[in-house]
């Protein structure tokens, strides 16, 4: 398993949750780090992701809530979610960019989703 993700559950509306991720220690260098969701009958979208510079990009529906850090030393990143709403329910998926010793070349990694469910 190359991403490990934890974190999500249930909460309330205007709760609040934080998702981590860990990538293996097999990756040599990862460029982007970050986090996609999957609603019930919709496509994945982009939420937020995050650079090895620390530049960010977030999906306009969670700008101003959502908060994405990066740890490079530890190959890990986190997702704080604030504010949250009933559409933010999903399935949450820890997603990496790199370069893993061995490997064909830079390639995407996806971790086994997380399940966020937002009760109203």
């Known amino acids: 398993v190359q991403l490990q993700a934890s974190g999500g559950g249930l909460v309330q509306a205007g709760g609040s949750l934080r998702l981590s991720c860990a990538a293996s220690?097999?990756?040599?260098?990862?460029?982007?780090m970050g986090w996609y969701r999957q609603a019930p009958g919709k496509q994945r979208e982009l939420v937020a992701v995050?650079?090895?510079?620390?530049?960010?990009n977030y999906a306009d529906s969670v700008k101003g809530r959502f908060i994405v850090s990066r740890d490079n030393a530890k190959n890990t990143v986190s997702l704080q979610m604030n504010s949250l709403k009933p559409e933010d329910t999903a399935v949450y998926y820890c997603?990496?960019?790199?370069?893993?010793?061995?490997?064909?070349?830079?390639?995407?990694?996806w971790g086994q989703g997380t399940l966020v469910t937002v009760s109203s």
């Open positions: 220690r097999r990756f040599f260098s990862i460029f982007t």
């Open positions: 997603n990496a960019r790199g370069y893993i010793i061995g490997s064909a070349g830079t390639q995407e990694y």
């Open positions: 995050i650079t090895s510079g620390n530049s960010t």
